[in-house]
């Protein structure tokens, strides 16, 4: 009995460490609230990343708020439940707050400059119709990941622009 009142309470406190995000409904709202809670905003270059991948290091490329300088390397940490998990090297915004390290905020809007789809939802399925019964062998739904991507693309760079028109 004990074991199992054990593995009860385990069970419950890892839920509460779980991680929901809320869905961004005004992304210019959301850039700003989060603007405001960082002490650091920059577009940096993911250089290199521990064994582990706990940690990575970048070099700032522009600073947009905070006390970083072009060209300095810091130290970031892939830490916390609640992503944005830095996982590829090449450009990234990132919005957080930087002393002995940097840390991207939980649920926050940082994300890579190279491959901005990985961190949006993906693309709606083609439209399954009698006119189009085989879709999975339409070139359509190239079409929708390419435009899917392009878009994703857009964004981060409209991204980019407004967190330097607040500051």
Not at 47 to 60: K, P, T
Request: glycine share 6%; charged share 25%; with cysteine.
């Amino acid at each position: 009995m004990k074991v199992l009142l054990s593995l009860l309470l385990l069970s419950q406190s890892l839920c509460l460490l779980a991680c929901d995000c809320i869905p961004i409904k005004n992304r210019e709202k959301a850039l700003s609230r989060e603007y405001s809670i960082s002490n650091a905003v920059f577009i940096g270059e993911v250089l290199s990343f521990s064994a582990d991948s706990s940690s990575f290091e970048i070099r700032v490329v522009e600073v947009i708020k905070g006390d970083l300088s072009k060209g300095q390397i810091i130290k970031g940490i892939n830490e916390g439940l609640c992503g944005p998990y830095v996982s590829e090297s090449g450009a990234w915004i990132f919005l957080g707050n930087y002393a002995q390290h940097f840390k991207a905020n939980d649920c926050g809007l940082s994300l890579s400059l190279n491959k901005p789809w990985n961190f949006l939802p993906p693309p709606p399925p083609p439209e399954f119709s009698a006119e189009n019964p085989n879709w999975e062998d339409s070139n359509n739904k190239f079409d929708q990941i390419r435009e899917w991507k392009s878009k994703a693309k857009k964004e981060a760079e409209e991204q980019v622009n407004y967190l330097k028109s607040l500051d």
